[in-house]
């Protein structure tokens, strides 16, 4: 069928169209009428990335990152935590009404899963590439709408911050026990460090200061000093001895007095025999003085060299304590090592643990209400205007089928290309109510009517 064709077949039967089209609206505006009316209730959501009550320096999430956070929002704010505690907010469950609706249905199960259920399936989440999320419930109450779209956005609230603050709060009571164990072994530490310093008689941390180098050092000057006396001894002598040289000296002057003597005078003279007894005599308190010169250096030496070998054990006995202290050191080091450990991980521990205590007693979450639900005037379905346009293109689409098909069914002649096309008939003439008004033919007469015209 052509389009000519199909617009005739209208014309011809356009009752029967109109009439399907009328039957059509008149069935939807019926059934539009009769439905329930359900009203939708929205509540405006804001998911903030930045927690102003948190310790930790968190980055902007990346765009992967905030997907899956927008994600999670939605499945806790849909899941039946949420919903039992809408439930028990608005004390559903005592709800003489919901009772009867309950047991009417035949559940299986306990109410509150079946109110749960139930709210899940009114309740629709929506989300966009900002912050915000869209939450509607759809009832035939506005007010219970409202009322329960308002309960889901404070249950989100309050159970994001209970999920928040729970963990923190165990971990703050799991931290504060690790914390009496961690104090004990810095304790433990730290008097094993006291321990040994006192033992070993370590009083300065740091060894140039320790008195027992500052005392090996001072032996060794003592040592190597040029006034300690050790080589002065080892030089000391009889010729060092003062009255010694004195009496030398004495001694060759008289020599060589003795001497002119003996030259001018002979040896039986008496000046000679004088001067000869001064030289004996002097010649015997040299002997005499260099003896006792000797002797004094020689206990002075002995001296020096008891001393000196007295200094030497002292240096000996205080390297040797000093080899003991650097080993002792090195095990003082080990032992400083692990009061540092302990008290860093005491402090970290501390720090988590007076992080995690705050956060326990956050009051607020980055969630917060932008907008709050409220009772909606119009009803969101059934929609009256939208079903009647869509019962008019219907119904337009149902009247040319069945036209068309009753068409085919019940074909009739119609149009001129009926007959040229589909019968295969010759063609005449074609009858015409037009008048000719120019050809070879003259003009027809106007029609005139048999009768006069009634009335």
Excluded: C
């Excluded at 079946?114 to 629709?124: D, N, P, S, T, Y």
């Excluded at 304790?187 to 320790?210: C, N, P, S, Y």
């Excluded at 002292?314 to 095990?331: F, P, S």
């Excluded at 009753?406 to 295969?424: A, G, K, P, Y």
Aim: overall charge negative.
């Amino acid at each position: 069928m052509n389009f000519k064709l199909i617009l005739s077949a209208l014309q011809a039967r356009y009752r029967l169209f109109f009439l399907i089209l009328l039957i059509t609206v008149s069935t939807t505006l019926v059934v539009s009428l009769a439905m329930p009316k359900t009203y939708v209730a929205q509540v405006s959501l804001l998911l903030d990335g930045k927690d102003e009550q948190s310790m930790r320096s968190t980055n902007a999430p990346l765009d992967r990152e905030r997907a899956g956070y927008m994600q999670t929002q939605v499945d806790i704010l849909t899941s039946p935590k949420v919903a039992r505690r809408v439930i028990a907010d608005l004390n559903l469950a005592t709800n003489p009404d919901v009772i009867e609706s309950f047991e009417s249905s035949g559940a299986i199960g306990a109410l509150e899963n079946w109110l749960a259920e139930g709210l899940a399936k009114q309740i629709k989440v929506e989300t966009s590439q900002s912050s915000l999320v869209q939450l509607s419930f759809a009832s035939s109450d506005p007010e219970y709408s409202a009322k329960v779209a308002n309960a889901y956005a404070k249950a989100y609230v309050d159970t994001v911050l209970e999920l928040r603050v729970e963990p923190t709060r165990q971990t703050s009571i799991w931290f504060d026990e690790q914390l009496k164990g961690l104090r004990d072994n810095m304790a433990q530490a730290e008097q094993r460090l006291t321990d040994f310093q006192q033992e070993h008689g370590i009083v300065a941390k740091e060894e140039h200061l320790d008195i027992d180098n500052i005392q090996l050092t001072s032996l060794a000057g003592q040592l190597a000093s040029p006034g300690n006396g050790f080589a002065a001894d080892r030089q000391s002598g009889p010729d060092s001895n003062v009255v010694v040289q004195r009496l030398k000296t004495d001694l060759l002057r008289s020599e060589s007095k003795l001497q002119e003597a003996s030259v001018n005078f002979g040896s039986k003279h008496p000046q000679y025999q004088r001067q000869m007894a001064e030289v004996l005599g002097l010649r015997q308190q040299v002997a005499e003085e260099t003896g006792n010169a000797i002797a004094v250096a020689a206990s002075a030496a002995e001296r020096s060299r008891q001393s000196r070998n007295r200094l030497l054990g002292e240096i000996a006995a205080q390297r040797d304590r000093v080899l003991g202290l650097k080993q002792a050191r090195n095990q003082l080091v080990m032992l400083n090592h692990d009061v540092d450990i302990a008290q860093r991980t005491y402090d970290t521990a501390m720090q988590r643990f007076m992080a995690s205590k705050i956060e326990s007693r956050a009051l607020q979450t980055n969630v917060s209400v932008l907008d709050q639900a409220l009772a909606p005037s119009i009803p969101a379905r059934p929609k009256i205007g939208l079903n009647i346009a869509l019962s008019l293109f219907i119904g337009t689409l149902l009247g040319l089928a069945i036209v068309s098909l009753i068409e085919l069914l019940d074909q009739r002649v119609r149009l001129l290309d009926d007959l040229s096309e589909d019968l295969q008939v010759p063609l005449l003439a074609v009858l015409s109510n037009e008048t000719p008004t120019n050809g070879w033919l003259p003009a027809l007469p106007a029609p005139r009517h048999a009768l006069p015209a009634p009335g």
